[in-house]
């Protein structure tokens, strides 16, 4: 049945080559017919190219990035030959009708439509799907034009894209195999979905971590389109998925929106039904978590939407599936198209409507909170506007010195006192919704059953003292930040250490050869206060650096670090500077597993941090190759989150062992805290819940699913305690507030130190299962364990997840240089 319809395809086709001499399909671009192999990223680019060259009214092509292995990323403006000429105009009446640029819009009956295919890159039917669709709206759908702007980005991740297609070229049989147990349907490790760094693209939206999420947001905004699509594939079990999505929806999206959701859902319908495809919509995909394809645009006034199609890395050109069909590539990307062209459809039959309920998004005058006040570590509130302008999120001054309203630090009513540098981000802007996703205390969740975490709230992820006020607080236009003083020869220098900034600037300074200090006692001199972990570069320290001076302040500046000069090593409060509590930093070697057994996710922020963040050298190590490699060639041994257990036999136990009794440092990192919980020589233990909810086992079938909720903890946000006088918590005050992302608990170490822990389980934001809440008290969140002259650095919460976690950051760099400094040469 299917085969049939998949050769009716083909020859639909053919028979619209006739349709359009001048314009090729993607088959006879190719030199196969579409779906029949797997178009490598620059194959999919050049057939835009050659489409974008033929019809030059029709479509234009933009390079907006590239990625980190330096693919291109374009997009392609598609429309009529009069809208084509009119494009500038038709963006901005847009933005016009957004209230985002000033003005009105001359007219407002064109719908933007914008489709984002193979976001993750081992779903990679959907860029195959991105050219027939250019090509079908080009030709046979040209009607559609008329009234919508189609803005297609046929490769979202191209590095992921490649990973994946240059695997499966290579380990594929001739023809395929659709047995599901040949190796053409097992991705070795990491797989294709993620992008160089082993993001997921897909999480990304909002934090803008990736170079390919910064690029496309620039675009992004300068568009903001109706609609957006996001492409994907699921198992090649499921049938087809697409909107209207799943509940819980954010309390933001308006009635207009689900209601389009479900009228483009049931113009899809249509399509399927008529061709007897199996769907299924409303379950699983949820609008909720703000950094997804399908949310971000929608909390930007789209309707935003995932469209799932079977099929996944494990699918190839075609497997047989479970159900006895043989799902092929050909019938995924025909789907696929089925659903992008449906869209634009629906979309050109409602533009001007469109147009006007989208306007209607753009009010924001009856949000609860009108103004979010944040105040606290400079550096920190850099990064925060770096954030926001990314999404072009306006921002002020506080004026005033008291602000009162819902205080994030308490969790309650009170009030924060302030001064001129603190931060205010009003509702009462264009992007308002959005501002409310991102920093309300705790989003309205209308079902605990969801596909990712549930707190993200941005006072507690940057680390910021904040208060969400129900009136506007009054502000004026940001001030300038103070130049910086140019240092003078002095005994030495004095940095302040709170921030990523701070440990940028330690790391360059490390890569340049200078000898620095840190003191594990706060002290005074010249009459300053000087904090634990405030660094110290000493004149004495640096006589082998060339232009001492002038290289301390070049890299000063380059790191905006106002340094304090000191005249003498004599403290007035001490240590000194000579004294041993003011210890030398050691440049430290460090490792990072990766490959089979490590989480490559995990694995992948990590590399990142170092390369793109810290920018401080790290060298990866293969699990496969543990056995054979030389630990005493680093001094710290950073161990992802993932599985172990054929990892850490006994052998390789014992020579991590020896290797830490040396002095070696490991730094465990969520679940890799299950390789040493329990385990002979080891403190850390496993913290088990007792709570049965049901003990006579009678919960219904039904009803299972969300009994085990009780359970759950999906991304909730705690207070810990710190314990400020150990130097992994060096920079930070005596409570932290941490992201949990699971419900694993351990007990506090009996030996070690308890360096941050939960002793109070409420909840700042977010869900946790009552169960799962009354297992975490008196929990480990961050520990050292000692073991002969080294250490192991126990994190059970992941500060580097997604990477925007920006407050959690600094435990690690701690962890690497300052918890038990052996400033033994290597
Ligand atoms: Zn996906």
Redesign the pocket.
Known sequence: MRRFILFLLVAFSTSSIILSQNIQTPSEFLGYDIGTQFSRHHQVVDYFKTIAAATPQQVKLEQYGSTNERRPLYLAYVSSEANMANLETIRENNLKNTGILSGSPTSTDIAIVWLSYN??GN?ASSSEAAMLTLYKLLTERKDLLENTVVIIDPCINPDGRDRYVNWYNETASQPYDIDKQASEHHEPWPGG?ANHYLFDL?RDWLWATQTETNARLQVYNKWMPHIHV?F???GPNEPYYFAPAAEPFHEIISDWQRDFQTQIGKNHAKYFDAEGWLFFTRERFDLFYPSYGDTYPTYMGAIGM?Y?QGG?GMAGLGILNDEGHVLTLVERLTHHTTTGLSTVEIASKNATQLNNEFAKFFDNSNLKYKSYVLKGNEDKLNSLKKLLNKHEIQFENANGTKVSGYNYTNGGQGNMTINSNALVVHTNQPKGKMVKVMFEPNAKLSDSLTYDITAWSIPYAYGLDAIASTSQVNSSKLSERKALQVLNDAYGYVSKWSSMDDAQFLAELLEHNFKVRFTEKPFSSNGSNFERGSLIITKGDNRHVVDFLNTLNKIAQKHSQALTQINSGFSQTFPDIGSPDVKLINRQKVAVLSGEGTSSLSYGAIWHFFEQQLHYPLTSIDTDDFSSINLNKYNVLIMPSGYYGSVLNDDHMKKLKDWVRAGGKVIAIDGALRSFAGKDGFSLKYKTSEAEDDPDNLTAYADREREYTNQLITGAIFKTSVDRTHPMAFGYDDSYFSLKLGSSAYSLLDSGYNVAHLNDTKVYSGFAGKDALNNLDKTLVFGEERMGSGSFIFMADNPLFRSFWENGKLFLVNSIFFVNNNAYEL
């Open positions: 976001v993750h779903e979905r897909n996001d994907h594939e699921q995932t799932e996944h």
